[in-house]
């Protein structure tokens, strides 16, 4: 079952990864906390938008590894602070956990991520709904802040 998972959504992912990302312009790299907590990175898509993964594990008592990767759109005209900037993001995307009953499903990320003036450092704020699609149809919320280094 957990292989069948793991086909599934590098098939996936891979059929939903732009033409673009291979002109990507900046990658990120930092951790996220929350559920789930661990490593999370990012790589801007030429043309607008980011391709975003984590790879970490549920704090929620579980203690089990998740992966998720997800296409994001920025929408940066929604707040203006005096120094750097805060894009509103959302996008959509694909969610693993492995535990006896692994979980296949459907992420769909909502968060604010603020880029600081002259700093190569990002922080962001996430919600991001789940909809397990196997083995069975369940909600779940995931809930995470983080921080990332801009390369």
């Known amino acids: 079952m957990k292989k069948s998972c793991l086909i599934c959504l590098g098939a996936a992912l891979c059929a939903a990864a ?21 490593l999370s990175g990012k790589m801007d898509l030429a043309g607008g938008g980011a391709m975003d993964a984590a790879l970490a594990w549920s704090t929620t008592g579980e203690d089990k590894l998740s992966f ?23 996008g959509v995307g694909g969610s693993i956990k492995l535990e006896d009953k692994s979980r296949l499903g459907a992420r769909f990320p909502v968060g604010l991520q603020y880029f600081f003036k002259d700093v190569r450092f990002t922080a962001f ?14 909600f779940r919320l995931s809930a995470a802040a983080g921080f990332r280094i801009i390369f």
Do not use: C, N
């Open 125 to 138: 704020l996430e919600l991001a709904p789940i909809m397990d699609l196997l083995p069975d149809t369940e």
């Open 68 to 90: 998720h990767a997800d296409r994001l759109w920025y929408k940066r005209d929604v707040f203006s602070p005096k120094e750097g900037s805060l894009p509103v993001y959302y």
């Open 18 to 38: 732009p033409a673009g990302a291979s002109a990507a312009q900046k990658y990120e790299l930092g951790v996220i906390v929350g559920e789930p907590t661990g």
